[in-house]
């Protein structure tokens, strides 16, 4: 191996252009093969896609079980699949029983479901204090759960990613699967928030 | 290896940022940081995930923070194509001079050196002949290893006793493939840990769970 690069006083953002334009003098990249990389996950691969996971669990029963069962072959019947998707497990949220998913190593996450991991995912201190102290960061995310609630946290230190079934809203049984679809968001899906109320 | 990488339960980092409207790239640079380094991994330089892992995990501490979560994928990838020969050490810094109008001689290129390595399969998935040393239920301890090279284990769970809860689907053990030694494909288990016993008494009330591959493990029961 060889050494890591050496400590620079560059900008990053200056340092980013000069290995683009080393790579596509080399013929290695095509700068609009990375247009579509970024487009692809800034755009089209994102929680959308395990909210609609979640909103058709909460209306049929039957792909409910098969999603806890075998989660990568339920998420794949709605053709999410891809990196970091391997084997997808589902974690049910319960009145007793409360989910929470992070990365301490790095920051592993089920990107075809829930896309490119948030800011907040990546910060130190929460890779740190969710498998310290996760009821006191739930706080600081605005959930306070009883002490009833049992906590469970996930550390996704192999190949296995996490995604959180959050569980229904009150007052959101009259509404269909695409209605509900809304109120399903990326921290309710990792674990960090409930799902939205209907408005 | 014990790195600024392994946050697990280190305490200093301060409250929480969260901003729930913030977009995937917060700046242009981050958004062509992410697709070079999708690219440098298996197609330019001919390494794997875990290498890619590892490769974060050997920057310097201060590196590993600075610029955040893209800054080091920047620096993984120039990591991964020097390791490779694919770029040369310090061509990143005398590009970056050069566009900003100094006067540098930039690195002549160096030799390929890609690792002579080919995967028996796509993906981390494998199956293992032999059946699981552990079932649902057991105590098992995580061994207190501490590796120079990539491993998955983290500190916080080292020399800890818990139960098995699952076993999930065998996998490439990062250790190994990691370094190019061998894919050596292993059985995973979910293993659960009272938060008592890895943090003491007076902590909250909670259930971790951490996926442990087999050479992490040995049997407490």
Redesign the interface.
């Given at each position: 191996m060889s050494p890591v690069p050496a400590p620079s006083d560059l900008p990053v953002e200056l340092r980013t252009e000069a290995l683009e334009s080393i790579l596509v003098e080399k013929g290695l990249v095509d700068p609009a093969v990375l247009d579509k990389f970024i487009k692809t996950y800034a755009e089209d691969v994102g929680p959308l896609n395990g909210a609609k996971v979640v909103a058709k669990a909460w209306t049929d029963p039957e792909y409910k079980a098969r999603l806890l069962e075998d989660g990568t072959a339920a998420i794949a019947e709605l053709g999410f699949k891809g990196p970091q998707g391997e084997c997808i497990v589902v974690l049910e949220n319960t009145p007793t029983r409360h989910h929470l998913v992070v990365c301490t190593l790095c920051s592993c996450y089920p990107w075809p479901v829930l896309g490119l991991p948030p800011g907040w995912y990546k910060d130190p201190a929460y890779r740190a204090r969710a498998v310290r102290e996760p009821r006191a960061l739930l706080e600081e995310f605005g959930l306070s759960l009883g002490p009833e609630v049992e906590i469970k946290v996930f550390d996704s230190s192999s190949e296995v990613r996490y995604m959180v079934l959050p569980e229904r809203p009150a007052g959101s049984e009259g509404l269909s699967e695409e209605e509900l679809v809304p109120l399903v968001t990326r921290e309710a899906m990792t674990g960090v928030a409930k799902a939205r109320p209907p408005a | 290896m014990d790195g600024i990488?392994?946050?697990?339960?280190?305490?200093g980092?301060?409250?929480?940022?969260?901003?729930?409207e913030?977009?995937?790239?917060?700046?242009p640079?981050e958004?062509?940081?992410?697709?070079?380094c999708?690219?440098s991994m298996n197609r330019?330089s001919g390494r794997n995930l875990d290498a890619m892992?590892h490769?974060?995990e050997?920057?310097?501490p201060?590196?590993y923070?600075e610029?955040?979560?893209y800054?080091r994928w920047?620096?993984m990838?120039?990591?991964l194509l020097?390791?490779s020969g694919?770029?040369a050490?310090?061509?990143?810094?005398a590009?970056?001079?050069?566009?900003?109008g100094e006067a540098v001689t930039e690195p002549p290129d160096p030799a390929l050196s890609k690792p002579d390595y080919t995967p028996t399969g796509p993906?981390?998935?494998r199956a293992v002949d032999t059946p699981p040393r552990f079932k649902v239920g057991q105590q098992v301890r995580a061994r207190n290893l501490h590796p120079k090279g990539h491993t998955?284990?983290?500190r916080?769970v080292r020399g800890q006793i818990g139960t098995v809860e699952r076993i999930?689907?065998s996998?490439l053990l990062p250790d190994t493939n990691a370094h190019f030694i061998a894919e050596n494909p292993q059985h995973?288990y979910?293993v659960?840990f009272d938060?008592q016993t890895?943090?003491g008494e007076d902590?909250?009330?909670?259930?971790?769970?951490?996926?442990?591959?087999d050479d992490y493990l040995e049997a407490a029961s």
């Open positions: - | 990488h392994d946050m697990g339960g280190t305490q980092w301060g409250a929480l940022h969260f901003d729930p913030e977009p995937a790239f917060t700046a640079w958004g062509r940081a992410f697709a070079m999708l690219l330019l892992r490769a974060l050997r920057l310097r201060l590196q923070l610029n955040g979560y800054g920047l620096l990838s120039e990591t020097t390791d694919v770029i050490e310090g061509a990143v810094d590009r970056a001079r050069k566009l900003r993906g981390s998935l998955r284990l983290p916080y999930q689907p996998a995973v979910q659960s938060s890895l943090w902590v909250e009330p909670f259930v971790l769970h951490i996926d442990l591959f």
